[in-house]
């Protein structure tokens, strides 16, 4: 009987001093930076076909990022997108020195279906 007591006592007083002792662990008011994002748009392109923009807000973990319709990029316009495709979807990075901007909580997404890549040229 008193051993019991001896490894329950311990057992409490253990989960008492990790849990007030480990103070550095991930809180789920950390937020991805928008900006992270925009820093991968590399590839200079001129739009040859119009494409849907989204604006995004970031959250926890890249599946909370909530998009919201932002417009169309229109042909001929020219912009910085990203080199690779989001894992949440088919679509790219972009932003541009005017209307497509990065915060810490915000950028830009255009998303084209089936992930083709016929909606944009490359300029060197």
């Known amino acids: 009987m008193n051993k019991k007591l001896l490894k329950l ?3 409490c007083v253990f989960l008492l001093v990790l849990l007030t ?3 550095n662990s991930v809180s789920a008011s950390h937020y991805l930076n928008g900006n992270n994002y925009t820093d991968a748009c590399t590839r200079f392109v001129k739009v040859i076909k119009p494409i849907n923009v989204y604006k995004v807000t970031t959250g926890t973990c890249e599946a909370n ?3 919201k319709k932002y417009g169309r990029i229109k042909r001929g316009a020219k912009i910085w997108i990203s080199r690779y495709l989001m894992s949440t979807g088919g679509g790219w990075v972009v932003i541009n020195d005017n209307k497509y901007y990065s915060t810490k909580r915000t950028f830009f ?3 084209n ?3 083709r ?3 944009y040229k490359r300029i060197n």
């Open 9 to 11: 006592f311990s057992s």
């Open 21 to 23: 002792f480990n103070r």
């Open 65 to 67: 990022n909530r998009f």
């Open 109 to 111: 997404f255009a998303a």
């Open 113 to 115: 279906g089936h992930a």
């Open 117 to 119: 890549a016929n909606w």
